[in-house]
């Protein structure tokens, strides 16, 4: 069954149908793991449903890209071996030597490593804009710039950009706007609906939900793109295997329940945060004195669990308050049913020390998880002291 077949249908019941068509043969209601390399083919060419070769399609992953394409709104949704093979992919079919890149002043290290020591030694230019200020996107574009990267929220700090406005920049400059919306969810954000040419998801954050996979995505609202998209990933062939397309689908069918805890948490998180002594600066898009709050409001469903707070006594004291923290996990990534807390300075960002994009060593970052609120709040007070 198409994801055309669900457009007219909420959210949360696309989440757990689109893709997951009951199975032919048993009638078994959860997509099978077809964990197999190559099909038999009816005479040289006979391919049965278009199989040949697993690295190409498989009915696993087929599955899991029907539902990310519903899910977002898009046409074609292709899926990887991590969110940096997703973006890998995806730099590579836009771009060439010689060519240029908006880049956002805050956004996951391994995103900007990929830039500042991979693409880069290929020819590709880049260039970084604060993309929550159009003003500072138009200034950074050039010429040969051919795509716009935006996280929003982004990764540490928390802010919004205007998806939309930038979207109208990038259409103008004729160069494609590319939205990371692994913080927000295609629950809580459509990156697509609002102007955007490609979405990129780390599959491994929300999406899977549960710690326990390794995955990435991009889905387009562009069939020719769509096509291109495929055509590299078959080409390039980092593709998600059969079962963690299997377990990220699993993750799915419970995203939107998932993320309405996940930002019922972290409002109260954020609440008691603003109100402790220790801590100087909350970063939260559902505070109202956040900067980016308004657009947030206008563009996502709810704000997300994820927070990031600046500890009065700088970094020892950041990195304390992770260390004394026991409910809250110390551990890199995000988006698990469990609360992590991290030293992004230390930990996911030190790619970025000495860079444009280099974050606050008082930064402590959180992931809270869906565990009863009033126990991560005993933590966090514990925590800070």
């Given at each position: ?10 959210f ?15 009638g078994?209601?959860v ?25 190409s399609?498989?009915?696993t992953r ?12 898009g ?18 079919t836009l ?13 996951y290290?391994?995103?900007f ?14 260039s ?8 500072s ?8 710039t051919?795509?716009i ?24 400059a004729g ?10 969810s295609?629950?809580l954000q ?11 998801h780390?599959?491994?954050?929300y ?6 996979v ?5 889905v387009?609202?562009d069939?020719?793109?769509?096509e291109?998209?495929a055509?590299h ?10 079962f963690?397309s299997?377990?990220?689908?699993r993750?799915i069918k419970?995203?939107a ?7 019922e948490?972290?409002?109260k998180?954020?609440e008691?945060l ?6 100087h ?6 505070l ?8 947030a409001a206008?563009?996502?469903r709810?704000?997300g ?8 006594g700088?970094?020892?004291a950041?990195v ?12 890199e990534s ?8 991290e ?13 444009l ?9 959180l ?7 009033d126990d ?10």
């Amino acid at each position: 069954m198409s994801h055309d077949s669900h457009e007219h249908q909420s959210f949360e019941t696309r989440a757990i149908h689109a893709g997951n068509t009951a199975d032919p043969l048993t009638g078994a209601v959860v997509p099978p793991i077809y964990q197999v390399s190559t099909y038999k083919q009816d005479g040289v060419g006979g391919l049965r449903g278009g199989y040949e070769y697993s690295r190409s399609a498989n009915p696993t992953r087929t599955a899991l890209e029907e539902n990310l394409a519903a899910l977002e709104g898009g046409v074609r949704g292709l899926a990887f071996a991590s969110g940096l093979a997703a973006e890998d992919c995806l730099l590579r079919t836009l771009l060439a030597p010689g060519d240029h890149v908006v880049i956002p002043n805050d956004a996951y290290g391994g995103t900007f490593r990929l830039f500042a020591k991979v693409v880069s030694r290929w020819g590709v230019e880049w260039s970084v804009a604060d993309t929550s200020d159009p003003d500072s996107v138009r200034a950074a574009i050039t010429p040969k710039t051919k795509a716009i990267w935006v996280e929003t929220p982004s990764n540490p700090l928390l802010g919004i950009t205007d998806i939309a406005v930038v979207a109208d920049i990038a259409r103008s400059a004729g160069a494609k706007l590319v939205v990371d919306n692994t913080f927000a969810s295609p629950y809580l954000q459509q990156p697509l609906a609002l102007g955007a040419d490609v979405v990129v998801h780390s599959l491994t954050k929300y999406m899977g939900g549960h710690s326990d996979v390794v995955g990435g995505a991009l889905v387009t609202a562009d069939a020719a793109l769509g096509e291109e998209l495929a055509y590299h990933q078959n080409a390039m062939g980092a593709v998600a295997g059969p079962f963690d397309s299997w377990i990220v689908l699993r993750g799915i069918k419970t995203l939107a329940v998932r993320m309405d805890r996940h930002a019922e948490n972290a409002a109260k998180v954020a609440e008691l945060l603003t109100r402790h002594p220790k801590v100087h600066r909350v970063l939260y898009p559902g505070l109202a004195d956040h900067p980016g709050h308004e657009v947030a409001a206008k563009q996502m469903r709810n704000f997300g669990g994820m927070i990031s707070f600046r500890v009065t006594g700088g970094e020892e004291a950041a990195v304390e308050v992770c260390n004394r923290a026991k409910l809250f996990t110390l551990g890199e990534s995000l988006g698990g049913v469990e609360s992590l807390i991290e030293h992004p300075g230390r930990m996911t960002h030190a790619s970025v020390a000495g860079s444009l994009l280099e974050v606050p060593g008082d930064l402590v970052r959180l992931s809270v998880g869906i565990e009863n609120a009033d126990d991560l709040l005993a933590d966090l007070t514990q925590a800070l002291g």
